[in-house]
């Protein structure tokens, strides 16, 4: 599902995008959850990882551009479209917080069409990388041995199970478990932004709402824990994995 933010303290603004954007959509098959915030801290609070942001880049009292740039720390795959009515607004976006677009107030609906259509292509290139599991069991018993292809985007973690040769991947659709050791699930999934928190768990860096002393917050509310022991290895992963992104791991 398409994971759209609309944030603009403006209340007229914000309908109006909210409205332009669903009528640009509605030519599409796509499923999407739209949502409106007013401030840049209930987006940043928002427990979901947006795919598309459309962000006020003068907001009120905050600095929007930097917000911008936390939003993208948080998930680099999200795509920020600040608007605004002063051009030095978005030359910041762009060079400080990796804008995908930016549209001068009142927004063209033709321009933003344009924005939204680059944007899809770009999105539906992402949701083309897909893992094989192998040989699984899967959740209900009904489903065992089944061979199954998941969406990197869409595995919270993997949690090694008590015999130490099954593997439990932890999806936004649903469990599976399958033989295998964390060991070469970890090599397999390191070029996709997977770290492991603590023995027995790997996670997705880019499904992490936050950190919280030595627990990790899944975008799921689910909290892992953290080993004291990694603690400063797996903050410093993330710290790369935030800002260099998977396209230049690859090709390097």
């Not at 030519?27 to 598309?52: C, H, K, S, W």
């Not at 907001?59 to 551009?65: S, V």
């Not at 917000?67 to 999200?78: D, I, T, V």
Request: glycine share 6%; hydrophobic share 35%.
């Amino acid at each position: 599902m398409l994971q759209i933010a609309i944030c603009d303290n403006i209340g007229e603004d914000s309908r109006e995008i909210c409205s332009q954007v669903e009528e640009v959509l509605r030519r599409y098959t796509i499923r999407y959850n739209l949502q409106v915030y007013e401030t840049g801290e209930e987006l940043l609070m928002a427990p979901v990882l947006f795919d598309l942001i459309f962000l006020d880049a003068e907001l009120n009292g905050e600095d929007a551009i930097g917000m911008g740039k936390k939003l993208h720390c948080r998930n680099r795959a999200a795509k920020i479209i600040y608007h605004y009515r002063s051009s030095q607004c978005c030359e910041d976006a762009v060079n400080r917080s990796h804008a995908f677009a930016c549209l001068k107030k009142p927004i063209e609906k033709s321009m933003l069409e344009e924005q939204i259509r680059d944007f899809l292509a770009a999105w539906g290139d992402a949701q083309e990388t897909w893992i094989s599991l192998g040989q699984i069991k899967g959740i209900p018993p009904e489903n065992e041995k089944q061979l199954v292809r998941l969406p990197v985007r869409e595995i919270l973690y993997f949690e090694c199970q008590k015999n130490g040769k099954t593997i439990k991947a932890v999806t936004e659709r649903g469990d599976y478990l399958y033989q295998g050791v964390l060991s070469d699930v970890e090599e397999k999934m390191e070029p996709f932004g997977f770290a492991v928190c603590s023995r027995g768990i790997l996670v997705n860096l880019n499904q992490i709402a936050r950190l919280d002393g030595y627990e990790v917050i899944m975008t799921n509310r689910v909290k892992l824990p953290l080993s004291q022991r990694r603690s400063t290895a797996f903050k410093e992963k993330m710290k790369e994995f935030y800002y260099n992104p998977i396209e230049k791991k690859r090709r390097e």
